[in-house]
């Protein structure tokens, strides 16, 4: 497994971030900004964006695994990498997601834990509405996670 940032072209990698965040404009705002990350295992398994939100604190805009690959431990590797990497410059890391039980129970076992919410969010930011393990999402749900602790 090597995981590598992604400095070049990076259209290799835009099916698989439109995985994880179906709308383009947002997708290209923040990887304009952002540090994107590869994971392979030998091939492309999984891609994730992180941004620096200033004040030490790091928000994970993307992360997705190819569903090939789901359910067999890269997302949470992949996190483990991020969290250690980014501990080195920030405090935080915070993540936005439309807080489906399934991926908040991932979050919260990568070490993650509620922090606020955006009302609306879906309904004002995406021009389609985003249906998730079958559940219309509305508001955005931040989880962080305190990257000063080492976790276990
Ligand atoms: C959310 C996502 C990143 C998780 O990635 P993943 O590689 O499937 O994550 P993991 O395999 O590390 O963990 C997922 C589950 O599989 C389980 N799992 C891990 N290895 C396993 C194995 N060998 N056998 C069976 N189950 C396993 C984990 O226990 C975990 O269960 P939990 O969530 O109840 O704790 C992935 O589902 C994804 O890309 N989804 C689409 C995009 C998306 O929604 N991104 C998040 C936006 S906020």
């Known amino acids: 497994m090597e995981f590598k940032r992604i400095t070049g072209d990076r259209r290799l990698y835009w099916q698989l971030l439109l ?7 947002l997708v290209s705002r923040y990887l304009s ?3 994107l990350y590869a994971l392979y295992d030998p091939g492309l398994v999984a891609v994730a964006v992180v941004c620096d939100q200033g004040s030490g604190i790091c928000e994970l805009k993307n992360l997705a695994v190819d569903p090939a690959f789901q359910k067999q431990g890269y997302g949470h590797r992949f996190l483990e ?5 980014y501990a080195a410059s920030f405090h935080t890391m915070l993540v936005g997601t439309g807080g489906t039980p399934r991926i908040l129970r991932f979050y919260e076992r990568c070490g993650f834990s509620y922090s606020h919410k955006i ?5 004002d930011n995406y021009d389609h509405p985003i249906v998730e393990d079958g559940i219309l999402l509305e508001d ?3 989880l962080k996670k305190d990257l000063t602790q080492k976790s276990s």
């Open 19 to 25: 995985l994880g965040d179906e709308q383009p404009e």
């Open 33 to 35: 900004k952002g540090e």
């Open 81 to 85: 990498f991020l969290t250690d990497l």
């Open 140 to 142: 955005m749900f931040y």
């Open 119 to 123: 009302p609306h969010f879906f309904f």
